[in-house]
């Protein structure tokens, strides 16, 4: 992913990018579910079990990422994260580099999946171990680009608009110690929802959140 000189642009870029591949990700889910259809499959519902199954079948096989327009990034699953003394203080359900920085090993996207059903305790869980994990003095997660993803597995048919306003209000009243510049809102061009976390302009982490149906995927 080439750069700029001027660091809104290297953001304004990153943010494209991400948005891209987390598009090419909801694309995938939905060749998954058409793919399990087509033979009888489930997938138990779980959020690492869906995930193992889309990185396996999908984002680990050359022929489906050029398929799908990625053949460009590569992809790591379960992968160690932030290590403080030879420890890592989390696991990233994805990791994605761009071809072009994939000799820096600092430079890559995390996404975290997690599964929404429409119920509070699944939305608390998208807050508190998912937005949670990229954000404050000491993030589980790493943000070489100050920009990543959060990306829900619908598990069951539900009203995303709703779920966010949710969110946003868990991110208010119960979980205020997680600071917010802006809630979960959708971006100009109406693709996905976004977030900004920080103060300082130039520290902020942007999350970029996007929501893929997985109902029909899983038992």
């Known amino acids: 992913m080439s750069g700029f000189l001027d660091p809104s642009l290297n953001r304004l870029l990153s943010i494209k990018t991400l948005k891209y591949i987390?598009?090419?990700?909801?694309?995938?889910?939905?060749?998954?579910?058409?793919?399990?259809?087509?033979?009888?499959?489930?997938?138990?519902?779980?959020?690492?079990?869906?995930?193992?199954?889309?990185f396996s079948r999908y984002l680990d096989n050359d022929d489906k990422m050029q398929t799908l327009g990625l053949d460009d990034f590569r992809f790591e699953s379960e992968a160690p994260e932030n290590y403080i003394n030879g420890v890592p203080q989390g696991r990233a359900d994805l990791r994605v580099y761009s071809i072009d920085d994939f000799r820096y090993r600092k430079r890559y996207f995390v996404i975290e999946c997690k599964r929404i059903d429409g119920n509070l305790t699944l939305n608390r869980e998208y807050v508190n171990n998912g937005i949670r994990r990229f954000i404050g003095s000491s993030p589980k997660y790493t943000s070489y680009y100050k920009s990543n993803g959060m990306f829900g597995l619908l598990v069951r048919t539900v009203d995303v608009d709703k779920t966010v306003d949710c969110i946003n209000q868990l991110l208010r009243d119960d979980y205020?110690?997680?600071?917010?510049?802006?809630?979960?809102?959708?971006?100009?061009?109406?693709?996905?929802?976004?977030?900004?976390?920080?103060?300082?302009?130039?520290?902020?982490?942007?999350?970029?959140?996007?929501?893929a149906d997985c109902s029909k995927l899983v038992n």
């Not at 802006?182 to 996007?210: P, R, T």
């Open 176 to 211: 205020s110690d997680i600071p917010v510049r802006d809630y979960l809102h959708l971006g100009m061009d109406f693709d996905f929802y976004l977030s900004a976390h920080g103060d300082e302009k130039s520290s902020q982490v942007i999350l970029v959140h996007a929501f």
């Open 22 to 54: 987390i598009g090419k990700l909801i694309v995938c889910v939905e060749m998954m579910s058409t793919d399990c259809a087509a033979e009888a499959q489930k997938i138990a519902n779980n959020e690492i079990v869906i995930r193992d199954f889309l």
